[in-house]
Each structure stands twice: as structure tokens, then as C-alpha cells.
């Protein structure tokens, strides 16, 4: 699953591609539990024993509200509203005349499993892992995250009633006092009285104007301006990632006011920006991508890299697709007249990458439900590319192009290296987080890639290239160029940002189009070497790899020594001190796949040499180690 941010102070929504739908029901009631299936265990309906209506069914089916995360019995569920406990406000109703909070208040939850330690005393909590466990164990708030103990020497009455302080990532919410819903106009005869009155016609007018811009809204959004907020908006396409996406969505439910977080499979995103497109600051987290999968980065991580990232600009590129004018119309071959996506930002490529991901697009849209995991998704990916490579699909593309990068006619290099696939590259990394360009202090003739210098790379790969690809090489650099125009003479697959289709014959012109902001995650460690700067970056690299369980993670993330602990040896590495993440991660790998076959008294060391990997079996004498993080 790929994560894009991007900054925005207003909207053009001439100039994105946007879906239809409504984002917000008039008839939403504040407080209203969101309710999901759950098989989870060892968790007792929130009611308790003496309210549950099916305390003695422990395979009662069960229902877990993903904003506040409590617990029911579906047949409890009407129980829980007649005891009036709600779910964490999301909105404040419009048209009362009590006047405005500008604060929000704690929402309290007992829960009787609870991680951390206590705010009060400092001290864990103790866990029960019995489904009869009947004892509440701490007092939580579901907006700012903050646990008690449940006694009065940890949590005091007084807090009840308290401000929250929305909690770490109090930045990137939106406040429930930001969004109003509207109340409905009254057609009443008091009400077309009470009209009458106004005499004022500036007034009035403001009124009409405002009217006007909200009709057929049921809420609005009055944001308080604030230079330390950084509003965000979510969206997420939950089929995607090996249908992670569902997961991805519920946890930012649970972080954020679930009024700023988006489901793409139920609407497109025009309304939520719609409605959004005043507020100063925004920013906007995209989640989805094609099938490479979500490796269970706490969400909590990823939304401290929405709030410290800085500001940069992206180029972004116009796609121009005509018919080939070299071509007559009887020659032409079958495909479509037109690209899924007339502007990039990331990369447009034809040849055998594309070809690959249309068949992967193709056999998921006619079954579905056959791409619903990660591992089975890349296993996909690597039997259409092994078929394709096989039939030599590709093998001619060379001979049925013809590319010219601002004058200079690319066509003979192309055909002397038979290139199979050709890359038009924005941004440094492409096909789950490879770098086509190279290294960063690598480029001979050419300057070093940005990604908002108005350039575009222009790479050549053929099979062999793209296989060393997933190991650190990179193709064939042919140019960085403002303006491309691209001829092509048969029906070839291509992809605009992922999106793939197989054109016709066409004429594709490749121009600047503008720049958008963008969010890039900050370096927090400034003291770490530039990689560009050879004379900074160390020979060698030792790293030792430990495995550890999320749940362990998100447990212990606040000590080292428990995360210590917790964690399993998998071995070390050895690389260059120029190693990019990727490859680490692909070395890591290989790690986890060796852990069965070493024994206890013994442990895997990997060496890099070039761009292949040498193993090595020691015995246990790591103790002085140093990590490198």
C-alpha cells in the first residue's frame, strides 16, 4: 500500500480527477457507535455480566465500534442505548443558541485490557487475558489516548468534566467544534414571520450568500485558525494493499475524528474536498496502490510524518495522446483511443512493466476475490512477469517506437539496446521502492534527480536490468529532458501512476504542466551523512536485525530494554554504507527465511559484496555489538 501526502492551501477541482457521491447522511446522529463484525477474543461485552444480555454464549457473535474500540454482543447492542453510554462526538449541532465551545471534552471508556502505563502513577496495567475477566482494569480517553488505573488515587471525579487535549497528534484532528451540521430549514409560519423582521439588507444578503454556498450540504466546517494546526484529510481505498486498506482505515478511524477519514470504495473525493477546501493548513494523506501490500507501520508513526514533514513541490505532467498521424486509419491496431489518467505525477512507462501490471488489473478485476492477500498478490506478479518473459511479449518494443526528448531523436539508442521497457520517471523510487536512476552520488553525465526541477528522467531497461533492479541496480539513463514526444506503431501496454491499458497506434506528447505541494518526511536524525557526499558515507555498515511483533511493538515502543526482550535474533548484515533501505529490507528477508534452518547455538551473518550477498554461520558472540539504527 503506498502512502501520498499532499499539502494544500485551496482546491482547483477543475483539475483532478474526481468521483461522485455523497460524503455525510443528514439524518447522522452524534455519538453513534460505527459498529464492525469481530472474532475477536478474551475481550467481555462492555455491559459487563450483570447487563449482558448473553453472558452465558461465549460464541455470541460480537460487534466492535471502530472509533472508541469497546466491545458488544450484537444483542447487546440495543441495551447499550438504553444506558445512553455514546461513542466519542464527532460534530456539534448547528442552530443552538448556547454558546460555543471552543474546547472538547474527554470521552472516558473503561476497558479491561489496557497497554502502557498509567498517567498518573507511571505504573502497567495488569492484563487479563480470561474472557470471564470481569475487572476494569483502567479508564481510557478515545480521543487523546491517556489511561488510569481504576481507583481513586489515579483517576479523580474532577477529570470527568475536563478539556482533552486531543492527545500527541492533536495537530492533524479536525475538532468535532469545527463541523457543524446544518439544521434543516423550518417552512413553518412562525419561521416565515420570524423572515419578515430582518431589515437588514446587508445582512440579508450575507445570509443568502452563505445559504447559497452550502445548499444541499447537511454539514459545514468553521475551522480556528491556527498556525500550529495541520488538518488532515484521509482517504483510503480499502481493496487495496492485498485488501489491507480495511485495516488501514479502521486504525485511522481510531485516531482521528472518523469525520476526516474517507472510504474511496463508498465515495469519491470531490464532496469531502468540497467541504474541506477552506480550512488553512490542510493536508491530505492518500492510502492505496497496487497490490505491493501494507507492512504494519503504526499509524500513530505515520501521522508524526504528516505533522513534522515540510512543505516541497512536485512536478506534475500533461499526457497528450492523439492519433499517429504516420499511420493511416485502416492500419490501425485494436486498443484504446485515450490513457486512464491524462497528468502524472510519479511515472508514465510502456513496454513489459506495463504489460505485467494490465494482466495483474485485469484477472483481479474479473475475480476479485482470488487478490485478497499480499503474498498472493506478489506471487501474481511474479508468474505474469516469468509468463511474459517467457513469450518475449515485449522483445520488440524497441522496433515499434519512437521517443524524442527536447530535439534529440532517442529512436537508434533504444533500437541498438533493445530496450523492453522505457520509464518516464518523476520521483526517485518506482516498483515498491526501487530506484530506476540509480544512487544518488552515481550519474556520470547527468545532474542528480529532484523531483521539482521541471526535468524529466528518461530510462531504458531490458530484462536483464530489470532483474537487478530488485537488487540495487538501475536501468539505462538516456536523458532528463522538459518536453517528450512519443510515437508509437502497434498497441503497446502502458501505465499511467499504476493505472494500466493498452493504447493504440498514438502520438503521446509529455509537457510540464505545474506544480503541486507536497509533504516530505523530515530526516530527525540531521547528524546522519548525506548520501551524495562520498566522502561522508562509511565503507561498511553492521547492522543487527531483531524481529519483534507489532503488538510487542506497540507495548513497548516507550523502552528499549523491553523492546530488547521481546524481540527474536534474526542475524546480522554486513553492507555498503551507501545501501539504500530497499535492499536492506530484501536482505532482511532472507534473514527471516534462513531463521528455521540455524540452529539455537548459532546465528546468520550476511555479507554484501557488490550487489550479491554472502552467508556466513557464527556462534553467539554479539553481545558488544553495537546496533546501527
Request: proline share 5%.
Amino acid at each position: 500500500m503506498k502512502i501520498f501526502l499532499e499539502a494544500r492551501k485551496s482546491f482547483n477541482l477543475e483539475d483532478l480527477e474526481l468521483g461522485e457521491g455523497p460524503i455525510e447522511l443528514e439524518n447522522a446522529v452524534n455519538g453513534e457507535h460505527l459498529w464492525l463484525e469481530t472474532n475477536v477474543s478474551g475481550d467481555l461485552c462492555y455491559l459487563g455480566e450483570e447487563s449482558c444480555q448473553v453472558r452465558f454464549a461465549k460464541s455470541a457473535l460480537r460487534r466492535k465500534c471502530a472509533v472508541c474500540k469497546i466491545v458488544v454482543h450484537t444483542a447487546c447492542i440495543e441495551q447499550l442505548e438504553k444506558i445512553n453510554f455514546r461513542c466519542k462526538p464527532t460534530f456539534r449541532e448547528g442552530g443552538s443558541r448556547s454558546p460555543r465551545e471552543n474546547f472538547v471534552r474527554h470521552h472516558w471508556v473503561h476497558r479491561r485490557r489496557q497497554e502502557g502505563k498509567c498517567k498518573q502513577c507511571g505504573k502497567g496495567f495488569q492484563q487479563k487475558f480470561s474472557f470471564h475477566s470481569k475487572e476494569i482494569v483502567a479508564i481510557s480517553c478515545s480521543w487523546c489516548k491517556q489511561a488510569f488505573h481504576n481507583k481513586v488515587t489515579c483517576f479523580m471525579l474532577h477529570q470527568i468534566e475536563e478539556p482533552c487535549s486531543l492527545g500527541a497528534h492533536a495537530a492533524v484532528i479536525v475538532p468535532p467544534t469545527w463541523i457543524i451540521k446544518v439544521k434543516k430549514p423550518q417552512n413553518s409560519l412562525k419561521a416565515s414571520n420570524r423572515k419578515k423582521k430582518r431589515t437588514s439588507f446587508k445582512r440579508k444578503a450575507s445570509k443568502r450568500g452563505t445559504e447559497q454556498e452550502n445548499k444541499g450540504r447537511p454539514f459545514v466546517i468553521k475551522p480556528i485558525s491556527s498556525p500550529l494546526m495541520k488538518p488532515l484529510l484521509v482517504f483510503v481505498n480499502p481493496k487495496s494493499g492485498g485488501n489491507q486498506g480495511t485495516k488501514v482505515l479502521q486504525m485511522f478511524m481510531w485516531y482521528l475524528n472518523p469525520r476526516q477519514v474517507f472510504d474511496l470504495s463508498q465515495e469519491g473525493p470531490k464532496d469531502a474536498l468540497e467541504l474541506y477546501r477552506k480550512v488553512p493548513n490542510l493536508r491530505i494523506l492518500a492510502c492505496g496502490g497496487d497490490g505491493t501490500g501494507y507492512t504494519d507501520e503504526p499509524v500513530s508513526k505515520i501521522l508524526c510524518q504528516v505533522e513534522d514533514g515540510t512543505i516541497v513541490q512536485l512536478d506534475r505532467w500533461n499526457l497528450h495522446v492523439e492519433r499517429n498521424p504516420d499511420l493511416p486509419p485502416e492500419e490501425l491496431e485494436d486498443g484504446v483511443c485515450k490513457l486512464p489518467l491524462n497528468v502524472f505525477n510519479n511515472y508514465f512507462s510502456l513496454g513489459f512493466d506495463a504489460h505485467v501490471t494490465l494482466e495483474f488489473h485485469e484477472s483481479r478485476e474479473a475475480n476479485p476475490e482470488k487478490f485478497n492477500s499480499r503474498f498472493r498478490n506478489k506471487m501474481f506478479y511474479a508468474g505474469a512477469a516469468f509468463s511474459d518473459f517467457l513469450q518475449r511479449s515485449s522483445r520488440d518494443l524497441s522496433k515499434h517506437v519512437k521517443v524524442v526528448c527536447d530535439g534529440t531523436d532517442l529512436t537508434p539508442k533504444i533500437q541498438e539496446l533493445k530496450f523492453q521497457c522505457i520509464v518516464f520517471l518523476n520521483i526517485p523510487r518506482y516498483c515498491a521502492g526501487t530506484m530506476p536512476w540509480g544512487n544518488p552520488g552515481d550519474h556520470h553525465d547527468f545532474e542528480p534527480q529532484r523531483h521539482d526541477d521541471g526535468y524529466i528522467e528518461v530510462i531504458g531497461f531490458t530484462m536483464a536490468s530489470l532483474a537487478a533492479l530488485q537488487v540495487g541496480g538501475h536501468g539505462e539513463r538516456l536523458h532528463q529532458c522538459r518536453e517528450v514526444m512519443l510515437l508509437t506503431y502497434k498497441s503497446i501496454p502502458m501505465q499511467v501512476d499504476g493505472e494500466p491499458c493498452r493504447l493504440a497506434p498514438a502520438m503521446i506528447r509529455i509537457s510540464l504542466r505545474n506544480q503541486a505541494n507536497m509533504v516530505q518526511k523530515s530526516k530527525r536524525r540531521t547528524s546522519m551523512p548525506l548520501l551524495n557526499d562520498p566522502q561522508s558515507v562509511p565503507d561498511r555498515l553492521r547492522i543487527r536485525v531483531n524481529k519483534i511483533s507489532l503488538q510487542d511493538y506497540e507495548g513497548f515502543h516507550y523502552d528499549k530494554e523491553k523492546l530488547r526482550e521481546a524481540s527474536i535474533p534474526l542475524g546480522i548484515l554486513v553492507v555498503r554504507g551507501d545501501c539504500d533501505l530497499e535492499t536492506c529490507r530484501m536482505y532482511i528477508d532472507r534473514l527471516q527465511e534462513d531463521l528455521q534452518s540455524v540452529s539455537s547455538g548459532s546465528q546468520r551473518v550476511h555479507y554484501q559484496s557488490g550487489q550479491t550477498l554472502v552467508s556466513k554461520r557464527l556462534h553467539y558472540k554479539c553481545h558488544l555489538q553495537k546496533f546501527v539504527r
